[in-house]
């Protein structure tokens, strides 16, 4: 693939794709029901304080149910940060045997792509809402070992940005 682009235009120099994230909402919401800890401590509490909710183990879940938060500035601001953590650790962390659970994500980083960069709100169509809230991934493509490393042990290459909401 990058191979016929560097035929076709030799100028070119980068090579990125800005990707939808299939699985985010679902692998979010199933384990937002079960009641599972997703974020430190910390950024819960500072969460809840954000949006004015009591209670800290729904917070996140009742929000993400009102409709109409992506149209209000005080909730999508609040969502940002805890959001893109997350997507950070369902592309990276969040794995079926030594892949990620996301197909898209798998697809990039076996053709040795790394994950550089998460875009907050970047799809905010009704495809974009249903299968991630919509988030996408931007994947770069940089020709060296990230694919044999993905391949043998399930490396997963990633910006320090995006390493940095996984810290």
Known sequence: MIEDLRRELPRLAKFAT????PGFREWLD???????????SADIEKFVKSVGHLEPVRA???????????????LA???REPMEKLCAR????EKSGTLPLDPVARFHLNNGARL???YWLADSSARGMSQSYGMMASYRYVLDA???RFRTGGYAAA?????????
């Open 116 to 118: 550089d960069r998460i």
């Open 159 to 167: 910006a320090r940005r995006v390493l940095r909401l996984l810290d």
């Open 18 to 21: 800005l990707s939808p994230i």
């Open 146 to 148: 990230n694919h044999e």
């Open 60 to 74: 996140l879940r009742d929000t993400l149910a009102r409709p109409d938060w992506p149209c209000e500035a005080t």
């Open 30 to 40: 199933e384990a937002l029901a079960k009641g599972n800890e997703l974020l430190p």
């Open 90 to 93: 369902y592309l990276l962390r």
């Open 77 to 79: 601001e609040a969502l």
